[in-house]
């Protein structure tokens, strides 16, 4: 069972354009929200996250919206660029209980931005 | 710190051969965890530990053992390896109680099984 739902699959956008892409949950008990980016060859690496007691956090170009009664959230690129292009994946985070520090994580949006 | 680094980083096995990955970080990390990578499939969740001694289940155990006997090292044994479980292997560090501490990753292994 996929706790967390990501889409789309894979994206293409020109290059300073908006790259949205979506997240969905349904466990209430998650409370902490990344967004992990992977380079081609690489590990993924954290680039923002959230908790649900805030509904945007924004870092530079990167912003999450989060909608905790939609038990959504999203990650938005501004004026992306080509070296934004990698795989993206959302994830979440049960803080208690026995699945303590576990991250739950989407199958991953592959992100090209063309020059 | 050399943070997570994970040996050997590309290796070929013949089915039915056993192998270990191995994992290790230096950031006294409590929470340790191994994933594998598959086109479509995201990260999943192989096993996982919350401290020495203590390791779980992730959502794809089978096939692969893990111990935790000292806090920076998390070795992933296949006991027998099956083409199946051509992937890329992920090992993956953290503090447990800190809310908002990162999961860091190592630089991954590719296991081709043939």
């Known amino acids: 069972q996929q706790q967390v739902k990501q889409s789309p699959q894979s994206l293409i956008v020109q290059k300073g354009g908006i790259s949205i892409i979506n997240c969905a949950y349904e466990n209430t008990a998650f409370d902490y929200f990344p967004w992990y980016q992977q380079f081609p060859g690489k590990g993924p690496a954290l680039l923002i996250a959230i908790r649900p007691d805030v509904s945007e956090k924004k870092e530079g170009r990167f912003t999450i919206s989060f909608n905790k009664s939609a038990k959504q959230f999203s990650l938005h690129i501004m004026d992306s660029q080509p070296g934004d292009s990698a795989t993206y994946f959302c994830a979440a985070r049960n803080e208690r209980g026995s699945t303590l520090g576990r991250l739950y994580f989407g199958r991953g949006t592959q992100l090209t931005v063309w020059p | 710190n050399a943070g997570v680094t994970q040996t050997p980083k590309f290796q070929v096995l013949k089915t039915g051969q056993s192998m270990t990955l191995q994992c290790a970080q230096d950031m006294n990390h409590e929470y340790m965890s191994w994933y594998r990578q598959d086109p479509g499939m995201g990260l999943r969740l192989i096993h996982y530990s919350v401290g020495a001694g203590i390791t779980d289940q992730g959502e794809v155990p089978n096939g692969y053992n893990v111990s935790r006997s000292t806090t920076e090292d998390f070795p992933l044994r296949l006991l027998s390896a099956a083409p199946s479980q051509t992937s890329v292997y992920f090992c993956?560090?953290?503090?447990?109680?800190?809310?908002?501490?990162?999961?860091?990753f190592g630089p991954g292994t590719r296991l081709l099984v043939l």
């Open positions: 993956a560090s953290s503090y447990v109680r800190h809310v908002q501490e990162t999961q860091y």
